[in-house]
């Protein structure tokens, strides 16, 4: 009985990857909506931690748009911190551009990032707010799409998928071909196929007075995902939320497996506290997991084909989405790593039912319903240096 429902599992999972390959081509082939003759000012709020290696790069792609008017204010919580001097020589080599740098502490709830944010917003003059990450790299005509996009009657806030670049070592391959397949597939498919709202933090644009309507910057810092809690209260205010046809390049610098696997943990965490159903159901969007049990509990040669079957369609769907955005993948690589991932993300998936705490940007916080923020106990504790997440402890040295 179970060879029969493993194998009707590995189907399902074949058909949910199409549905995600091709709602990601529906969403790419899409066409940036037509720009009225005066455009908005916009003021790009650019929050920083540390100074990755491609960060002057990263900052440089925002001082090269193609944009009639805009402003860019950068924040850090410390004067100490490596990026401010990053940005204040990328900002030096274009002084066409409004550059502003906020250097502050001044906390407004519990997450870190919107803290940062609230920060820097305080020193924007423009209505419209571009809220982009630090390790985010863009096209000229970025600022430009995203603008369209909510200037589309009804829409208030507009996001952008991600494109993820590079990527070293095997933790860095495996996490582009998480963003490349997973990651996009679902920020395509959720809205199109099930009218969820999905909003990615990496980049997003809405006007201030959406933002003071949702409960601003005190109310998202209650919250982990920010980006998601957001996303939904615009659109509980009768408003769209929409996903630009354009993605924006999120470097990856070299990452190990451990590193991988604790970015993934933090995500997964994550949408099992926003969307617990959801949640369950990703196991259903990974056919190597049924594919491997019907060869482990069932072999013969129907699972051994079956098995082939699959590890044929998850490198398909790897090498599809990447070529698809433009990118050019190792055929040779592309079965192992999609192989790997599968078989990784099922071991890691019951962890966020068990554990519900997370070490972020020097603190350990428990997430609740929705991944509203408790520090708990722990209220005012900083973690020490060894308890920081690697890429969190080279960023606060």
Known sequence: MIGPILAGLTILGWALVLAMLLAQ???LAGYPAPLPADLPPVSILKPLKGADPDLESNLLSYYR???????????VDGASDPALTV?????????????????????TGLNP???????????ARYELLLISDSNVAVAPD?????????????????????RAV?????????????????????????????????????????????LERIGGWRELARYLAEDQVCGEAVRNLGLRVVVAPRPVDNRLGHLTVRQFASRHLRWARLRRHL?????????????????????????????????????AAVSAWSVAA?????????LVLAPFLATMRGLLLAVLWPVPFISSSVAWRGRRLRIGPGTLLDAGEEAGAWLAPDELQPEEAAATS
């Open 166 to 210: 590079g990527g070293r070592g095997l933790g860095g391959l495996l996490e582009r071909t998480q963003l490349n397949t997973f990651v996009i597939g679902g920020v395509a498919a959720v809205p199109l196929l099930l009218g969820r709202v999905c909003a990615v933090g990496k980049t997003m644009l809405l006007r201030r007075r959406e």
């Open 25 to 27: 081509r529906r969403l």
């Open 275 to 311: 969307t617990p159903a959801g949640y369950l159901g990703e196991l259903l969007v990974n056919p190597v997991v049924p594919a491997a049990l019907h060869l482990a509990l069932a072999p013969g040669r129907l699972s051994a084909a079956l098995a082939a079957a699959t590890l």
């Open 65 to 75: 748009l193609d944009y009639p008017a805009y402003e860019v204010l950068f924040g």
């Open 87 to 107: 940005a204040r020589g990328v900002a030096a080599r274009h002084p066409d551009v409004r550059s502003e740098f906020v250097v502050s502490g001044r906390r």
């Open 113 to 123: 990032k919107v803290n940062n944010l609230a920060n820097i917003a305080a020193r």
């Open 322 to 330: 990447e070529r698809r955005l433009g990118l050019s993948p190792s």
């Open 142 to 162: 970025h600022l430009s799409v995203m603008v369209g996009e909510l200037l589309r009657p009804g829409v208030g806030l507009v996001t952008a998928p991600i």
